[in-house]
């Protein structure tokens, strides 16, 4: 079962499919040959680790207020937000201060005494580790 095709409409054709494929294939050289993309990374979540009674959500919020929130970019060694440019060595050390600053809901009770936090300067991913002490926590008695 053959389907009649004229002699034009196949060139016509083939021409199409030539000029794809040239196409494609130069899409290809030309990405492939491009030099490294300079556009950074971008900050693509926290995880938290260590905690049992803080929420999560508590230290991630007061480690966004470092800078290290959706919406920054890592460029070697700056994080650049939406608002400021700051070396991310600093921004880490204030992230580690800002999460041991970190409440219980409802109180003035701190039990984080040390945070780790960790930046993939490939991933973007955030990692905080902290370590919640009780035996030193203050807690006045307002009688």
């Known amino acids: 079962m053959f389907i009649k095709i004229r002699r034009d ?12 494929v040239c196409g494609r294939l130069i899409t290809y050289v030309a990405f492939a040959s491009s030099s490294e ?4 990374v971008p900050i693509s979540g926290i995880i938290v680790k ?8 508590t230290i ?15 460029y070697g060694d700056i ?5 400021r440019e700051v070396s991310l060595k600093d ?15 409802g109180t003035s009770v701190q039990p984080i005494k ?3 936090v960790q930046v993939d300067k490939n991933t973007g991913i955030v990692t905080v580790t902290v ?11 307002s009688k």
Do not use: C
């Open 9 to 20: 409409t196949l060139i016509i054709l083939l021409l199409a499919f030539i000029l794809i």
């Open 37 to 40: 993309i300079n556009d950074g």
């Open 50 to 57: 260590g905690n049992d009674i803080v929420p999560v959500d």
């Open 60 to 74: 991630r919020y007061n480690v966004m207020q470092s800078g290290l929130r959706d919406g920054s970019v890592i």
């Open 79 to 83: 994080l650049k937000t939406s608002k």
């Open 91 to 105: 921004a880490i050390q204030t992230a580690q201060e800002f999460a041991k600053e970190s409440t219980v809901p």
């Open 114 to 116: 040390a945070a780790d």
């Open 131 to 141: 370590i919640e002490d009780f035996s030193s926590v203050e807690i006045e008695d």
